[in-house]
């Protein structure tokens, strides 16, 4: 009999609020996205300036990584993340392969937002709020996904990481939101100093 892991009520939270955030974004974007193919004119409502300006990052061949808009990828996906959230927060426990499974989903989804990020700041040359929301979502996700993995030897590691996944799993997201907000800084430093 597989061992199976209800990853508890604050870890069932994390993933509905998550999930719900990016659900939000996925949302927003694929309406906009919608109105942008009707009218080429159209200005999102998040169109702030031209560095926050969503419109730009939707005309961007990178919108459409996989032949339609990637936040239709996100209607799905968080969508799925909301659900494994609320049948935590319901007690229900799943096996180690399902968690796996679900930790895989997790690194591709920051996978996709990290490169994402980089077309964004370097590439195409704008931010999109929505996308920025969505970004935050994954991340935490993630590094929350990974530690409970880690923490319950579904993927092996060794007990110096299980112990600092247990008490400082909210480092690794900080950092990483961290990082990336340092890179937004100062890729447009110029901008929003003057």
């Not at 209800?6 to 990016?22: H, S």
């Not at 939707?58 to 459409?64: E, H, L, V």
């Not at 959230?85 to 399902?98: H, I, N």
């Not at 935490?140 to 530690?147: E, G, H, K, P, Q």
Request: net charge neutral; charged share 10%; proline share 5%.
């Amino acid at each position: 009999m597989p061992r199976t892991l209800a990853g508890g009520r604050g870890f069932g939270l994390l993933l509905v609020i998550t999930g719900a955030a990016g659900l939000l974004a996925s949302w927003v974007i694929t309406l906009d996205k919608f109105k942008l193919l009707e009218n080429p004119n159209f200005v999102p409502g998040c169109s702030l300036n031209p560095v926050v300006s969503c419109g730009s990052v939707m005309k961007s061949d990178q919108a459409s990584a996989f032949g339609f808009p990637n936040p239709m990828l996100g209607l799905v996906a968080y969508g799925i993340v909301v659900c494994v959230g609320v049948s935590l927060l319901a007690d229900a426990s799943f096996p180690g392969w399902y968690w796996l499974l679900f930790e895989a989903g997790c690194l591709f989804g920051v996978g996709f937002c990290s490169w994402l990020q980089f077309e964004s700041l370097y590439r195409i040359n704008a931010l999109c709020l929505w996308c920025c929301l969505a970004w935050v979502a994954t991340i935490l996700m993630f590094w929350y996904a990974t530690s409970l993995v880690v923490r319950n030897g579904f993927l092996p590691a060794p007990g110096w990481l299980r112990n600092f996944f247990a008490e400082f799993t909210w480092v690794l997201p900080l950092l990483h939101i961290g990082v990336i907000g340092m890179l937004v800084l100062t890729r447009w430093w110029d901008f929003w100093t003057s």
